[in-house]
């Protein structure tokens, strides 16, 4: 943890020394930090493949597409100090002169930054307990309920779920007859993302040359992925590994497609890349403060773009019919489904302790089949993808919060001022801290 809390002291340095004029201020430019963090977080992609999502910038800087043989490869060690003399350069820089977007820039940079160092501490093999990682990498901390809260959602829930014995069992019966059919599902899918585009576009100017792929795949330890190509362009991977749920077409259609990922990268290559030549967006690293606002708005644009009265009455109408599925049911349905996802931080929870030691898989298993009433195959799968991903798992459900407080707080009921916020949000170089 030596290298965390010496960055944040660098940190602190930084905006406590933001106004002070140096010698080489007219050399150090936010352009000239930028294009050391798109490469030094291009090197440092050789050593974690999760860690690039996404790039579209000059193809002779991304050394992650070459063979260990044809790769130039920086020490990891001399990967580390850059990223703290990055944070050195942007002490140099005068804040004052700066325009309120400029200011939002540097301020980006910054925790994208500490982001990065962070993340190679960790590869390192330095531990930091769950809260301290998710501040370092993603600028943010998850609330924290008790058990007693949890236990309180359950007993609703039970007094809405049919039949009798434990809430998990009678859900899971319960549930399965919402399964989209599998011959079914990309007739479904494609029609929700049609509807999720149309309803978008009333509100955000799409490119017209904007377009995306839909595969299906298998043996992921996620549920879907939006890989981001550049030039208005996607690719949307569904994985088949477990049923898909029939809640699971608007929440996917919108997350991963329109207002979510897909629109996401677009605007911040059209407003940030295209007209500001800010080449610190032409790459998107999963582990960074940038991945909660990427999370948090694809999950709350589902509540944008499909309110939940106009929710329930799209998929009455039309994707219950499609899948197949007794649309009477819809609203019993619904009622039971919100009240699940109150169970959501539950799953931060089981995260936090199976990564910090305090319990076992099995344990996470049991604890996810109990609050967020997974079975046993969706609980193991999760516990997997805490492995692998750690405390991301924050960026879903705070970052939706942290989006939608912040919307509303601003834009109350109007509807035209809430999605300019959100398209603000898309095109803006944010962090959790500057919303909070």
Not at 198 to 225: C, G, H, M, Q
Not at 284 to 310: K, R, T, W
Request: charge should be negative; aromatic fraction near 14%.
């Amino acid at each position: 943890m030596r290298i965390y809390f010496l960055l944040l002291f660098i940190s602190n340095l930084i905006f406590n020394s933001g106004c002070k004029k140096h010698m080489n201020e007219d050399i150090i430019t936010l352009d000239i930090i930028a294009e050391k963090y798109v490469k030094l977080a291009l090197n440092t992609g050789q050593y974690d493949p999760d860690f690039i999502d996404a790039y579209y910038g000059p193809e002779e800087w991304n050394k992650t597409k070459h063979t260990a043989a044809e790769t130039d490869s920086i020490p990891f060690e001399e990967l580390k100090w850059q990223a703290t003399y990055l944070l050195m350069d942007l002490e140099e820089l005068n804040v004052d002169t700066y325009d309120s977007i400029k200011v939002l820039r540097y301020r980006y940079l910054h925790n994208q930054i500490i982001a990065i160092n962070t993340k190679l501490d960790m590869m390192a093999g330095d531990f930091l307990p769950f809260d301290v990682e998710s501040r370092a990498l993603y600028d943010a901390v998850t609330p924290h309920f008790d058990e007693a809260y949890y236990e309180g959602l359950l007993l609703d829930l039970e007094k809405l779920l049919p039949g009798t014995g434990s809430i998990n069992k009678r859900y899971e019966e319960y549930s399965n007859s919402f399964i989209i059919p599998p011959q079914l599902l990309d007739t479904v899918f494609n029609t929700a993302i049609t509807e999720a585009k149309r309803r978008t576009s009333l509100f955000i100017e799409l490119p017209e040359n904007e377009r995306f792929k839909i595969e299906y795949v298998t043996d992921k330890p996620w549920s879907a992925y939006n890989w981001y190509k550049g030039n208005s362009f996607s690719i949307i991977q569904i994985n088949t590994d477990l049923p898909i749920y029939i809640e699971r077409a608007i929440d996917l259609a919108c997350h991963e497609g329109y207002p979510g990922h897909h629109v996401y990268n677009m605007l911040l290559e059209k407003h940030l890349v295209d007209e500001r030549n800010w080449t610190e967006f032409s790459v998107y690293l999963l582990f960074s403060p940038q991945s909660l606002i990427a999370e948090g708005s694809a999950n709350y644009g589902i509540e944008m773009v499909f309110p939940n009265e106009e929710r329930r009455e799209y998929e009455r109408n039309i994707i219950f019919p499609l899948a197949g599925i007794d649309p009477t049911k819809a609203d019993q349905y619904y009622d039971i489904l919100q009240v699940r996802n109150e169970l959501s931080y539950a799953g931060n929870e089981a995260a936090m302790k199976y990564l910090n030691g305090q319990i076992s898989r099995e344990d996470a298993v049991d604890w996810l089949m109990k609050y967020n009433l997974y079975n046993y195959e969706r609980a193991l799968q999760r516990t997997f993808y805490f492995d692998r991903y750690r405390s991301y798992v924050i960026n879903y459900n705070y970052g939706r919060d942290l989006i939608k407080n912040y919307i509303e707080r601003n834009a109350g009921n109007n509807i035209n001022k809430r999605w300019a916020l959100f398209k603000s949000i898309l095109s803006t170089p944010l962090t959790a801290s500057m919303l909070e």
